[in-house]
């Protein structure tokens, strides 16, 4: 069982695979960087100044008792980060679609190259050549 298993890992197209996760997630990290820490940024004085990472909604507030202490924690809904997150996948989805879009033009290019023909055997080669020394003596 452990030998099949280790056949089934070393597979060429599994370790491709787990490659292209690996390398999915650190772009989806990059991305999510880059939006975070430069898309947003630039985007703020365009929208006026609205720092869309602390952009949130409050369904209901904090209630808190005579004290002073929070007995129910307020519903916020962070629409921010959900803008951000949606901006982040649709840059990831972008770029994979235009991955995909370069693989598959490169696959069709070769489908639709001939193949180069066979080389023919020895033999018949050396027939071709017999055949045309014997056509120059006549």
């Known amino acids: 069982m452990l030998k099949e298993f280790k056949e089934f890992a070393m597979k060429g197209n599994l370790v491709d695979m787990a490659v292209g996760f690996v390398m999915g997630g650190a772009f989806a990290t990059v991305v999510t960087a880059f939006i975070q820490g430069v898309f947003l940024p630039i985007l703020s004085p365009v929208m006026g100044g609205i720092d869309l990472s602390s952009l949130t909604w409050t369904v209901s507030p904090e209630v808190v008792n005579e004290a002073g202490e929070v007995v129910k924690e307020a519903a916020v809904v962070e629409l921010g980060n959900f803008i951000s997150a949606v901006i982040?996948?649709?840059?990831?989805?972008?770029?994979?679609?235009?991955?995909?879009?370069?693989?598959?033009?490169?696959?069709?290019?070769a489908e639709e190259e001939p193949a180069a023909a066979p080389e023919p055997p020895k033999e018949q080669l050396l027939l071709e050549e017999i055949r045309d020394l014997l056509a120059k003596q006549v």
């Open 88 to 109: 982040s996948f649709i840059i990831v989805a972008f770029v994979m679609f235009l991955i995909i879009k370069g693989m598959n033009r490169m696959m069709k290019k």
